[in-house]
């Protein structure tokens, strides 16, 4: 990632049932019902556990997921993989292979907490984007001031204090955390050593210090 936490790294959702067996190597094949593939092969992913290659992505048939292929997508047998697949026969189904190569590179960049005037000023100038971008106004400075008061508090707490629904006060988190800015606790979340960094100089919300 550059210095406002940007990645070129992809996306895809895993049950946190499978987070153990990205992490040993056990599971190693997707199922995914798609319009277009949100992966591409030769590229990267990142996962709960890491970073995934991209081995192959294969559009099949319903009929080429066997016993074998389940288990290494994490599932008892080829039946309990159908059954945990999106619903949409207008969708294509595809298989994604792909094995572990690394740590989320977001890990050790929340790390940092060295931030000198220009990487404040370019975190700065990304929640401004963030905000900008906002149909009801400035948001990012206000939920990390939120998560900085109170860490460890569950996700719907928060949404409520801030006026919002669960989902969305959710993915206006991610957002944060795409920028190494906070982390995902068991219950909750608090400020990355980076973001309490960056707190430290927005003072009141405004531009860094």
């Known amino acids: 990632p550059d210095a406002r936490g940007r990645s070129t790294l992809r996306r895809m959702l895993f049950a946190k049932a499978l987070w153990p067996g990205l992490a040993d190597g056990s599971v190693r094949l997707a199922f995914r019902r798609w ?49 945990a697949l999106r619903p949409g026969e207008d969708r294509t189904l595809y298989r994604i292979a792909f094995h572990l190569v690394g740590d989320d590179p977001r890990v050790a960049l929340r790390e940092r907490a060295d931030l000198d005037d220009a990487g404040a ?43 919002q ?28 050593p980076r973001g309490a960094a960056l707190m430290s100089r927005l003072g009141g919300g405004g531009d860094p210090a």
């Open 35 to 83: 319009t277009r593939p949100t992966v591409r092969e030769g590229g990267t992913l990142r996962s709960p556990v890491g970073v995934l290659a991209i081995d192959e992505v294969q559009a099949i048939g319903p009929g080429d997921i066997t016993d074998a292929h389940a288990v290494l997508a994490g599932h008892a047998d080829r039946q309990a993989a159908l059954d």
């Open 165 to 192: 629904e669960t989902p969305r006060f959710k993915r206006r988190v991610r957002r944060l955390k795409e920028l190494a800015l906070t982390e995902s606790l068991r219950i909750g979340y608090r400020l990355s």
């Open 121 to 163: 000023a370019d975190l700065a100038a990304a929640l401004d984007r963030l905000d900008a971008a906002s149909r009801d106004g400035a948001w990012t400075r206000d939920v990390l001031h939120q998560i900085r008061r109170r860490p460890g508090v569950r996700a719907p707490d928060l949404a409520a204090e801030a006026g």
